[in-house]
């Protein structure tokens, strides 16, 4: 069984955006279940805490769930043979809404009038509480804390006859992201929200239809790669034929743009973009903003290798690989005691000594969330006697909370909202820290600057939300009540 994602960095103090999800479909294939489960390893990075698949035969769903990786519970021939038929989706997991349980483990199933329903979902409804709160108030049953089972509860509370208009409807009451792939006996049907904030593509294998979260899961099963499902589009694959419905009024698209800093593999395409060539362009971007003189570019593995290089390349300081990374260490490696559990950062990365001594050396990361980790490794930096370490960050300031499906600490609890740069440059004992601008990240996707109205969703940074954030707000009010109460009292 794997032990850690090669994709992932993050410590065990949750000191990395985590991607909550990644979907996989697969309709017209003798070796449906197979290929899923394919498809999930090549999308581990985006959900390691559970993995399911559920099939359908013609006449019978059936659907196996587990906790933890993809490798250990898909990859026995007894788990594929338990999941026949030439349809079948998958969903590999972390958690933003809804405990750790198996029983928020997508596909999400259930027997409505119309027959099998499943779901497999990427994002995150901003609205999910109010529905659920209706619709428990009207019989609701909910069987899970998971926000997708909103959907399924809308659809069979519908008023409509048909099992799509049931499904469109439940769609248009709700806010916030969503790229799904649904089974139903008439068929698969994938389907990206208005904005288009999550990813969804569609391939082919022979005369099997793929849908995808990322292109390099059709690479892995030898798919090609047709086009993206398009932000607010419907595709529904019934009996071999395609059909493409567009239900919403149209919007301009706003993908989220951490897909490219960080979420996506660095050999997926994500929207026309080479998610390793976007990378490495930020990294060049961050060479022409924050210019240091220094001896060594080194990356932060694994995520920060594409910009490291960009900014070398840029710079022309030459690019060494000064931490060396272990990917045998799990998140839940046990640390007994606090004279250990300092020493956990060393578990995975530990500094190349002989490399670093008395040079000044840039380190290159995607992102700094609550910071503990950049401490780390630039603390390792000074005990292995670099001279001056210098941190470059391939993304802007993560200032605020996502709600459309990504794993963020409260806000309190980001670096960057609590200090400015000089104070974060302090609190990590760097001797500079410098992130690429707002601008020079849209420039690495080749637009001029970030506009009034901007391309992609950058929430995450400028707290630019481009939906309505009902849970959110309604939250906020209560609190606001509570406080007022307790003045009064």
């Known amino acids: 069984m794997l032990t850690t994602n090669p994709y992932d960095v993050s410590s065990d103090d949750g000191d990395k955006l985590r991607e909550e999800c990644g979907v996989f479909g697969v309709t017209g294939s003798a070796s449906a279940a197979a290929l899923v489960a394919l498809g999930l390893h090549a999308l581990q990075h985006r959900g390691q805490e559970a993995a399911g698949i559920t099939s359908f035969d013609g006449q019978h769903f059936h659907t196996h769930r587990a906790m933890g990786h993809v490798a250990g519970n898909f990859d026995r021939d007894d788990v ?22 198996l029983r928020n483990v997508q596909p999400l199933y259930a027997e409505l009038s119309t027959g ?6 990427n994002g995150n409804i901003s609205n999910a509480l109010k529905l659920r709160h209706e619709l428990v108030r009207r019989g609701s049953i909910f069987q899970s804390t998971s926000d997708t ?7 069979a509370t519908s008023s409509y006859r048909t099992l799509l208009d049931r499904f469109i409807d439940a769609l248009k009451q709700i806010e916030g992201a969503y790229s799904l792939v649904v089974m139903t006996p008439e068929g698969m049907i994938a389907c990206r929200d208005p904005l288009g904030i999550r990813p969804l593509v569609m391939g082919r294998l022979d005369d099997a239809i793929i849908f995808a979260s990322e292109t390099v899961a059709l690479d892995v099963c030898g798919a090609t790669f047709e086009r993206i499902v398009e932000p607010g589009e419907m595709v529904i694959v019934q009996n071999g034929e395609i059909r493409s419905v567009k239900p919403f009024a149209p919007v301009a698209a706003r993908p989220c743009i951490f897909e490219w800093v960080y979420f996506s593999r660095p050999d997926s395409i994500v929207d026309d973009h080479s998610v390793y060539s976007v990378r490495k362009e930020i990294g060049a971007q ?34 060494e690989l000064g931490i060396i990374r272990s990917h045998y260490v799990g998140r ?33 990361d995607d992102s700094i969330v609550r910071g503990t ?21 391939a993304s802007p300031p993560t200032r605020h909370s996502c709600f459309y499906g990504v794993d963020t600490p409260e806000r309190t609890k980001l670096l960057a909202h609590k200090l400015d740069v000089g104070g974060m440059t302090d609190f990590i004992h760097a001797d500079s820290l410098a992130f690429v601008s707002i601008d020079g990240l849209y420039k690495a996707l080749g637009e001029a600057k970030r506009e009034v109205r901007p391309s992609y969703c950058d929430a995450c940074f400028t707290g630019d ?25």
């Open 80 to 101: 594929i043979r338990s999941l026949p038929g030439t349809v079948a989706a998958g969903h590999v997991r972390y958690s933003t809404s809804g405990e750790t349980a």
């Open 149 to 155: 089972e909103t959907i399924i509860h809308l659809v």
């Open 286 to 319: 961050l060479a022409a903003e924050s210019p240091v003189e220094a001896d060594l570019v080194i990356p932060v593995p694994d995520s920060g290798v594409p910009a490291a290089i960009g900014y070398a390349q840029a710079s022309g300081i030459p690019f």
């Open 373 to 393: 980790t950049s401490l780390k490794i630039v603390q390792m930096m000074r005990d292995a006697g670099a001279a001056e370490v210098h941190l470059r960050i």
């Open 332 to 364: 839940t490696f046990i640390q007994p005691s606090d004279n250990v559990r300092h020493l956990g950062v060393k578990l995975k990365h530990n500094a190349n000594r002989a490399l670093i001594e008395g040079k000044r050396v840039i380190l290159v």
């Open 465 to 489: 939300y481009p939906t309505t954030l009902t849970d959110q707000d309604d939250s906020a009010q209560v609190d606001q009540f509570a406080l007022l109460a307790e003045r009064v009292n």
């Open 116 to 121: 099998g329903f499943a779901i497999a979902h």
